[in-house]
């Protein structure tokens, strides 16, 4: 039971930025709150809709990482280039899912302290994104080096990107 719940965790992406902002969003708010300007009910709308949609984006890659992972998975240490799903609209998919959550998180509890947290862990994300993607090229040479260059880092907004990303299986 306790070997399950550290290879959970272990396999859980929690991105140190956006951990760090979300707690930093709920512990500024109690010292000093800094409510956002406008109108509750409309603030609870747009938080829960970011929220589901970095839950649901986080969800989907990693079902599409597992699904294209043979033995065990192991998410810092992937046994292929995963390409489909999520990741053929953005290389960092998971990121993108805890960017949303951590909106998501700020805007539902109506703090503006998601207006500075939020760009700090993006940053601090990004910083380690860039690490991640020279590792990503060295392990798998011309198939990341072809990847880099058909889907952007972070978002696609193209109906053509939308459309490879539909399982075809």
């Known amino acids: 039971m306790i070997r399950r719940a550290v290879a959970l965790y272990e396999n859980l992406p929690l991105p140190a930025g956006s951990v760090v902002g979300v707690v930093a969003i709920v512990v500024l708010d109690r010292v000093r709150p800094t409510p956002l300007p406008g109108p509750r009910g409309l603030q609870r709308a747009a938080g829960a809709a970011a929220l589901a949609a970095g ?24 046994q292929s280039l995963v390409t489909t799903g999520p990741y053929a609209l953005s290389r960092h998919p998971m990121y993108v899912g805890w960017w949303l959550i951590h909106l998501g998180v700020g805007v539902v509890r109506g703090s503006a302290w998601m207006v500075a947290t939020l760009p700090v862990a993006v940053l601090v994300e990004h910083l380690g994104v860039l690490a991640e993607e020279r590792g990503l090229g060295r392990e798998f040479g011309d198939e990341f080096a072809d990847y880099r260059e058909r889907v952007p880092r972070y978002l696609a907004w193209s109906w053509r990107r939308m459309s490879a990303a539909r399982p075809t299986s």
């Open 55 to 78: 839950c649901a984006l986080n969800v989907w890659a990693l079902r599409e990482r597992r699904r294209r992972t043979t033995g065990e998975f192991q998410l810092e240490q992937p």
